[in-house]
């Protein structure tokens, strides 16, 4: 009997991804939770935290050790706000493992080559040639590269 139990067991215990939305428009929020309602990455359902500048997400950030992802705009308060982010992230904060897809809707103020050099990201989109199926398989890529994010070093 314990054994019918197991499989049920186990899936409870897959918990969900969880991912940090930081944009300064709502539209992009409201799109990406609609493309993404009800997918689960690698058995595991994902879990939304919303942030809509980088100061913002930086705050969540620091309240939240167990973020899986960050799908990270560019522009916001400034041009480069994204960008100054990921500094954060990867030097102030030292999140390591934290995976960053960064998404912009002018890719002329962070060019990908560039952006792929330059900073430690994991994934890197256009908003406009990003589609529901993109979406799905850049996360499904970017979650499987390495364990998640264990929160803060001591």
Known sequence: MDEECEPQTHTKLLQPWKILIADDDISVHDTTLLALAGVRIHNRPLEFLHAYSAKEAHQVL?????????????????????????????????????????????????????????????????????????????????????PPATGYPN
């Open 62 to 146: 620091l309240e939240n050790t167990d973020m899986s992802l960050v799908l990270l705009d560019v522009v916001m308060e400034t041009v480069d706000a994204g960008l100054k982010l990921v500094g954060v992230i990867r030097n102030e904060l030292d999140l390591k493992n934290l995976r960053i897809v960064l998404r912009t809707g002018q890719p002329g103020y962070a060019p990908e080559q560039q952006v792929n050099t330059e900073f430690a990201i994991d994934a890197y989109t256009t908003k406009s040639k990003l589609t529901r199926s993109i979406l799905i398989s850049v996360l499904n890529d970017t979650l499987s590269v390495s």
